[in-house]
């Protein structure tokens, strides 16, 4: 019998991470003062969680995406870095602790997300409120975009967040139907589109995300798009999804930056009012520039002038 060799490997063969995907390192003194705010007030941010290869640059210019309701997700997305288990009892301190943290950073814009907590009954909305308003009161001048799950589809905890009125909602559609049940196993992909037209008919501005490298189809990464459009969504992200570890879902490609310029030019044709689209957008990233309507769409058409 033939001996095995290293470049025979059983393992299946695995795309090489292309140069375009190398990061910045940490650095700096704004850097080191997030770290101390968030260590000092208990916090969690989904740049650590969700080993966010954009950490260094986010945390440096001083932001950061704040994770509410623990660290611990009911749910077990197969491409999602936060742990997934039994949360600990939800803490009524942490609206408050939010919006000093906030506060103490000075941004002009702030993210916050959340775990899912399936088991509490309004899903977690009541703090997302509590967070919403304590930021908004400490924070006056701070824009705020809320990155929120899909509370099942259950309008009354929606309606929460709407009334408690942050400038930007989004919730991620993160992959093509086709791979939904496989991406994010207790989600579903018509249940989020209806959040997404929920959130629009009560007039909110809304953003929704999908990552790319999973095994979806050009034609299926467009007609994502598309329903996002029907669904009223105001602002796109589309961005390469990075393994974090080898138990999460495996790279099946890299996505040429070609490619991303492409989508981004599919979706303002498609209506889309500000489209980030690169290998390493990420939902929050960039994302004081998707606040105010027009600002992407005037830049595209003035680059399209120009050439
Ligand atoms: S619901 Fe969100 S935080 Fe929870 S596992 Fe899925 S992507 Fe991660």
């Not at 470049?7 to 003062?33: A, C, F, H, M």
């Not at 950073?105 to 977690?124: C, F, P």
């Not at 979706?267 to 689209?277: A, L, P, R």
């Amino acid at each position: 019998m033939k001996e095995l060799t290293v470049t025979e490997s059983s393992e299946p063969q695995r795309p090489k991470k292309p140069d375009w995907l190398r990061v910045k390192l940490p650095i700096g003194e704004s850097y080191k003062n997030v770290r101390n705010l968030v260590d000092t007030h208990k916090l969690h941010t989904i740049c650590e969680s969700g080993n966010c290869p954009n950490m260094g640059e986010c945390w440096g210019a001083g932001t950061a995406t704040f994770m509410i309701l623990g660290n611990i997700c009911t749910r077990s997305c197969g491409f999602c870095a936060v742990a997934t288990g039994k949360p600990e009892a939800v803490d009524w301190d942490e609206p408050q602790r939010v919006a000093e943290a906030i506060h103490l950073m000075k941004v002009k814009h702030a993210v916050i997300t959340s775990v899912d907590r399936d088991e509490i009954k309004d899903g977690g909305s009541v703090i997302w409120y509590n967070t919403i308003k304590a930021v908004k009161l400490l924070n006056a001048d701070t824009t705020l975009e809320t990155l929120i799950p899909d509370f099942k589809g259950e309008k009354e905890n929606l309606q929460r967040i709407i009334d408690a009125a942050p400038e930007v909602i989004s919730h991620n559609i993160e992959t093509v139907e086709r791979l939904t049940r496989q991406v994010r196993i207790q989600a579903k992909y018509r249940r989020s589109m209806e959040v997404l037209k929920f959130l629009k008919e009560k007039n909110a501005r809304t953003k929704s995300g999908i990552m790319l490298g999973l095994g979806e189809t050009r034609e299926e990464v467009l007609q994502t798009m598309r329903d996002l459009r029907e669904s009223g969504v105001d602002v796109i992200t589309l961005g390469q999804y990075l393994q974090p570890t080898r138990n999460h879902l495996p790279v099946m490609r890299f996505a040429h930056p070609d490619e991303f310029a492409e989508y981004r030019q599919a979706g303002y044709e498609m209506g889309f009012d500000y489209v980030e689209s690169g290998p390493l957008v990420r939902s929050s990233y960039h994302s004081e520039r998707h606040v105010f309507a027009g600002i992407g769409k005037q830049q595209w058409e003035a680059e399209k002038n120009k050439n």
